[in-house]
């Protein structure tokens, strides 16, 4: 069956206009009417190119009480993404065939949203069997590494580029494991600690030297690089001169540059999170958003005891996926940012980092998926009514303007509030 959305407004574009979908591509864009079998009217709302989430952790299989891919994906769906990209720390880990397969088989079955993978490292034999899978990357966790492990991963992944068909894309979460290792015990010597200590205890300078780090693995070893959840101004800085002469990437983060470490004296431990947020004149924040962009929910739920457990703990991780959109839209309201770098930093932006050659952008032959935005549409979270199965939130009660109103993935819909 065809489809054709009508009423479509386009993000620097002037008029309206309908888009025709069949077999689950984008085959029409015209501003005279067009027919189709179904026709889906969205009341002259911005249609954009459905968001990508870059970094989520939906918990399947080990620890499905947090998170699965059936909750998970309902989740992303209801913040108005069609493509989510799960992390491999999962218990077990996605860094064997079998393991990836499983994890494979499992969100086929519960995803309502498109879904990739991101691989963990193992030996070079083991990842030449993963590789067959076609995983979207290989993800490290440069904080549970020494320098000779860093070196040898990298140098393997630099091998696995050269004798299969894996990308070259690595990404990594940058903090440096020394750093962290000696700042906490120092810390864990107070008599007593207090939420916010879990900042310095992971301070910026330990994400800056995993950055730098980082970035001159990737180059030695001619591989694509993609920081998550980037939190340092510095590491911004260093991030940005890099790309000048290599190919690398970066996401942030909504708690990050909406919040600073100041609110773990409202939240405690349930905005704790890796890496920390950050003393306010440390961190990114939203004058950093710009066309380049790409934000990363880093979508982290726990059930509430995992989450109250004191300082060290505690379970790092915030749930974002449903509030990422309206905070970011309301920050357009406030005229902070612009309208036009939303299709960027939500879609077109992590489609090119990632590869997603059919996604990104509402063109002819490209996949069917779209969000649709209300920009004018006003309301308050309230965390009863989200699709996670994580109960709490540092947003939770903030007032919003500008919400995702229809999810639109292969040309079905699977979230609508219009």
Not at 291 to 301: K, R, V, Y
Request: aromatic share 6%; net charge neutral; charged share 30%.
């Amino acid at each position: 069956m065809d489809l054709v959305i009508k009423n479509c407004k386009l993000v620097n574009k002037i008029g309206e206009y309908s888009i025709k979908v069949e077999n689950g591509k984008i085959t029409k864009i015209s501003k005279t009417p067009l027919k189709a079998d179904k026709v889906i009217d969205i009341k002259s709302n911005y249609i954009m190119p459905g968001f990508i989430d870059p970094h989520i952790h939906f918990r399947d299989p080990g620890l499905t009480q947090k998170e699965d891919f059936k909750t998970g994906s309902k989740s992303a769906a209801n913040g108005g993404f069609t493509t989510v990209i799960d992390m491999p720390n999962t218990i077990p880990k996605t860094n064997t065939y079998e393991a990836l397969k499983e994890k494979i088989e499992i969100a086929k079955k519960k995803s309502v949203v498109n879904f990739e993978l991101q691989a963990g490292p193992n030996n070079l034999e083991e990842m030449k069997k993963m590789i067959k899978l076609n995983p979207i990357s290989f993800k490290i966790f440069m904080d549970l590494e020494n320098d000779e492990s860093l070196e040898e991963i990298f140098k393997n992944l630099s091998i696995l580029k050269e004798n299969t068909k894996y990308n070259g894309l690595v990404a990594v979460h940058c903090e440096k494991k020394s750093i962290v290792e000696n700042e906490t015990a120092k810390l864990k010597e107070k008599k007593e600690n207090i939420p916010i200590d879990y900042t310095y205890a992971r301070p910026t300078t330990s994400e800056d030297a995993s950055v730098i780090q980082s970035i001159e693995l990737a180059k030695k070893n001619d591989l694509k690089l993609h920081i998550c959840h980037l939190s340092s101004a510095k590491s911004l800085h260093i991030a940005k001169n890099a790309s000048k002469n290599m190919d690398v990437t970066w996401e942030f983060t909504p708690h990050h540059l909406l919040l600073d470490n100041t609110a773990y004296n409202t939240y405690g431990t349930f905005i704790k999170t890796n890496p920390p947020l950050r003393p306010k004149n440390e961190s990114v924040r939203i004058e950093d958003l710009d066309e380049t962009s790409i934000i990363g929910t880093d979508h982290a739920p726990h059930k509430i005891e995992d989450k109250t457990k004191g300082v060290w703990n505690s379970s790092p991780g915030i749930p974002n996926l449903e509030t990422v959109v309206p905070l970011i839209l309301t920050e357009v309201n406030k005229g902070n940012i612009k309208l036009d770098i939303i299709p960027k930093i939500f879609s077109k932006n992590a489609a090119m980092a990632y590869g997603l050659k059919n996604k990104g952008e509402i063109a002819i032959g490209k996949d069917a998926d779209f969000t649709v935005i209300d920009l004018r549409q006003e309301g308050k979270f309230n965390i009863d009514e989200f699709k996670t199965k994580a109960t709490y939130s540092p947003f939770d009660g903030w007032n919003y303007i500008g919400k995702p109103v229809m999810t639109i993935v292969n040309g079905n819909p699977v979230m609508d509030k219009l």
